[in-house]
Nanobody, 125 residues
Framework: QVQLVESGGGLVQAGGSLRLACAASGRTWNIWTMAWFRQTPGKEREFVAAIRWSGGTTYYADSVKGRFTISRDNAKNTVYLQMNSLEPEDTAIYYC??????????????????WGQGTQVTVSS
């Protein structure tokens, strides 16, 4: 079992910044990819960013490219999402997820094995 705990959400004005963190514990030795998704009421969970645990290759949704940065600290088993130039459209619950099998894909929610409880991000205009 793996536990993922997100932190860092909150309320921010448009143009502001927030940094989310997701700490993994338990069977973390075989993490392949960690990712951030977000979800708003009535919509499917949307891919935001992903990072390969070994090597650190990163991937981003077009909507956040150039504004968000995903990073990891392997020693702390923690993944971060630095969010800059936030827009009201970024308002959502943000979830981190971990994939423990080799997968070429990274942006499909169904490939992820474990999920955090989510943290609310609200961007006011």
């Amino acid at each position: 079992q793996v536990q993922l705990v997100e932190s860092g959400g909150g309320l921010v004005q448009a143009g502001g910044s927030l940094r989310l963190a997701c700490a993994a514990s338990g069977r973390t030795w075989n993490i392949w990819t960690m990712a951030w998704f977000r979800q708003t009421p009535g919509k499917e969970r949307e891919f935001v960013a992903a990072i390969r645990w070994s090597g650190g290759t990163t991937y981003y949704a077009d909507s956040v490219k150039g504004r968000f940065t995903i990073s990891r600290d392997n020693a702390k088993n923690t993944v971060y999402l630095q969010m800059n130039s936030l827009e009201p459209e970024d308002t959502a619950i943000y979830y981190c997820a971990s994939d423990h099998d080799y997968n070429g894909n990274y942006d499909y929610a169904r490939i992820y094995d474990y999920w955090g409880q989510g943290t609310q991000v609200t961007v006011s205009s």
